[in-house]
């Protein structure tokens, strides 16, 4: 018999693989199981719902980006203010990866369910704030430290630390409208000269 825990595992990656490479609604429950390998069953037995499903694969995959992504671009052997140059870069990297996997631009996974569902499905939506929110204090974080070594003087670290996720967010979606990686390369490392100043 093969472990629950593998048989979960595979619902969750492949929930994550066909969503994120189409959409939330074009990815239905028997499309879900029959990527994984297992029956509805199965699946109810872990997931009461799509939602429930999706709302985990939100958790699962900011845990990786975290481990993988955010804590490397983040680490403080660098200071602040190319520690934010390095998340655009990594971000890059990680976005030309999945370009050669999948031969196409797919974007933030984040941001692409945001766009699909925050007028449609409160859970969600709360959980892609939270994911959002915590990637603004990790920015808001680098910000105060800039403003504690002299690096930066002079701005609204909230309201910038914003800015710079919004435009995180608004970079990558323009990537994906004209399926073109390199957008991100040419823009992301600009994010870290975003100010805005107090009023």
Not at 114 to 132: G, K, N, W, Y
Not at 151 to 163: C, G, N, S
């Amino acid at each position: 018999m093969e472990p629950i825990v593998d048989t979960q595992q595979r619902i969750l990656d492949s929930a994550r693989e066909l969503i994120y490479s189409r959409s939330y609604a074009d990815v239905g429950v028997a499309a879900i199981c029959e990527h994984a390998g297992v029956k509805k069953g199965s699946f109810y037995h872990f997931f009461p719902s799509k939602r429930d499903l999706t709302l985990a694969v939100l958790d699962s995959h900011y845990l990786e980006i975290k481990d993988h992504l955010l804590n490397q671009a983040f680490a403080n052997d660098i200071p602040p203010m190319a520690r934010l140059a390095r998340f655009g870069q990594l971000s890059y990297e990680f976005q030309k990866q999945v370009l050669n996997d999948t031969g196409r631009v797919i974007g933030c996974f984040f941001g692409n369910l945001a766009s699909e569902l925050s007028t449609q499905d409160e859970p969600i939506r709360l959980r892609i704030e939270q994911i959002f929110s915590n990637l603004q204090s990790g920015i808001r974080q680098v910000l105060r430290e800039a403003i504690a070594l002299g690096e930066v003087q002079d701005i609204d670290v909230e309201a910038t630390a914003q800015a710079m996720l919004a435009y995180f967010e608004g970079v990558m979606l323009l990537a994906k409208s004209q399926n073109n990686v390199e957008i991100m390369g040419q823009l992301f490392h600009a994010m870290a000269q975003i100010r805005i100043s107090p009023r």
